[in-house]
């Protein structure tokens, strides 16, 4: 199952703290903030300076003014985006090699990643959640802290350049202080993670099977122990496609072997999928960042367990099925597993072998031709009756997840549990 990524590589790392702009303690000079685009002289700010998010003269506060910024730039986005890597590579040229030649795809993911953290900067708990995540699988792209400056004078000069209506000294201020708090946050990630684990792991095919003309299942064996839960998922990078990194669920819970399965479905001009499915044989040798992702199971809850699988989103349905297997608990799992037709169920049979071994495990097919449902998944769910004391688990496109937990909350199951892993493209990527 694929979802996004980047790069590869990694470098010295310091420990200090970010400064202006996530500046290291040994980087030089302060950081000088680029022209507005209107002929403005540059801005220079003492380094090390962590100010709070502050407000304007009519108190707005500093969240406020992101999410003003934020308003004005959407309707724009992909310009604004081509404006940021524009000042980035022109100012700093050598970064240029951190990013691979699926270029449009990863710029503007961490564009947007950057947008996204900002305008939770009110918000301590998620906002170091999700760059705690971001730091460590930055690790595998050879990012270091010297890089954080250069990325937030990027940052400040497309926004000051193209959100004229709603930038002033309050605003740039705003936007400094939540960039210096984000890349704090991500270099102690990253420099926390580096104590423990590697960059990545080399793993070796080991085993290729092919479901479908179109869904191939690959066996790895990595070249040290790889600690990880059922339910999350790794970025992979191919031999063939170097720099370029997806995103796949594991489709077991962890092995006594150590080997790791995953569930792949070539895209159309799908670069690492297509590769993963028709040109991966045994003994060629993969590279796998971090694990990462929080759909796993609660084992202290004796709560049963709705799982809807879509496509190859049954792969981390079927790992955390094996979860519950392993800790010994018999609780209530019913998965429904959804296709758009009955060929593609490539892995039903393997369902219903647990199904028959384990009495606690339902198995229901939702095939769409069959069924003839608009809703498709999720409405099929629907007829089975009410699932509020359940947790509730989704994988599978996008349009499916959003569908399925507007169905759930619909039936009154509460938001705290419902669980999937929110990642664009977490099934259906492009590459």
Known sequence: ??????????????????????????????????????????????????????????????????????????????????????????????????????????????????????????DPVTLTAYLTGLGRGHRKYGTRPEHYPAVGEALIGALSRYAPATWGPGTEAAWVSAYTTISQIMIDAATADEMHAPAWWQAEVVAHEMRTKEIAVVTVRPDQPYPFLAGQYTALETPWWPRVWRHYSFASAPRSDGLLSFHVKAVPAGWVSNALVHRAHPGDVLRLGAPTGSMTVDHTTDSGLLCLGGGTGIAPIKALVEDVVQHGRRRSVDVFYGARRNDDLYDFDTMMRLQQTHSWLSVRPVVDDLAGLSGGLPEAVREYGSWHTHDVYLSGPPGMIRRGVDTMLGMGVPSHRIRHDSIEGLVGATT
């Not at 703290?17 to 022209?35: D, I, L, M, Q, S």
């Not at 308003?71 to 404006?83: F, G, K, L, Q, R």
């Open 1 to 122: 199952m694929e979802t996004p990524a980047t790069a590869s590589g990694d470098g010295d790392r310091t420990a200090g703290g970010a400064g202006w702009f996530g500046r290291g303690p040994h980087t030089p000079a302060p950081v000088t903030a680029p022209r507005d685009g209107h002929g403005s002289a540059p801005r220079s700010v003492p380094p090390q300076r962590r100010p709070a998010p502050p407000a304007d003269a009519a108190g707005t506060s500093g969240t406020a003014l992101l999410r003003r910024t934020m308003a004005e730039i959407e309707p724009i986005a992909d310009t604004v985006t081509s404006y940021f890597y524009a000042l980035l590579f022109l100012r700093h040229p050598a970064l240029r090699a951190l990013f691979p030649a699926a270029m449009d795809t990863q710029r503007d993911r961490l564009f947007k990643a950057l947008l996204t953290a900002a305008t939770h900067a009110d």
